[in-house]
């Protein structure tokens, strides 16, 4: 059975850090792209930040550059999301996800993408 399995949110208060995790297992995604989600309370999903099958190149959305760094470990098959200067508007549940139908290639949104965890609530408060 393949499982992505997020872990690290919490309670934070405004400007805090936090550092997600998400392991898999279950198959491989050695060759494709990874990337975090996050959706709040009424609010489509949205992409967070994306990384290619060997880290070397990332994406990240405008409300988090410069503030977030995905990064991942191929030979664990873990990818990571350190998130600094936390905002009360980024409450949400953050997921990883894969697109196992890309090899080496980036991918960008949610629909690109086939394999999801369940999530983990981060809650940053004012």
């Known amino acids: 059975q393949v499982q992505l399995v997020e872990s690290g949110g919490g309670l934070v208060q405004t400007g805090d850090s936090l550092r997600l995790s998400c392991a898999t297992s279950g198959r491989t995604f050695s060759l494709n792209p990874m990337g975090w989600f996050r959706q709040a309370p009424g609010k489509e999903r949205e992409l967070v930040a994306t990384?290619?099958?060997?880290?070397?190149?990332?994406y990240y959305s405008d409300f988090v550059k410069g503030r977030f760094t995905i990064s991942r470990d191929s030979a664990k098959n873990t990818i990571d999301l350190q998130m600094d200067s936390l905002e009360p508007e980024e409450t949400a549940i953050y997921y990883c996800?894969?697109?196992?139908?890309?090899?080496?290639?980036?991918?960008?949104?949610?629909?690109?993408?086939?394999?999801w965890g369940q999530g983990t609530q981060v809650t940053v408060s004012s």
């Open positions: 990384v290619n099958w060997n880290g070397s190149s990332t």
């Open positions: 996800a894969a697109d196992t139908r890309t090899n080496y290639r980036m991918s960008y949104g949610a629909p690109e993408y086939d394999y």
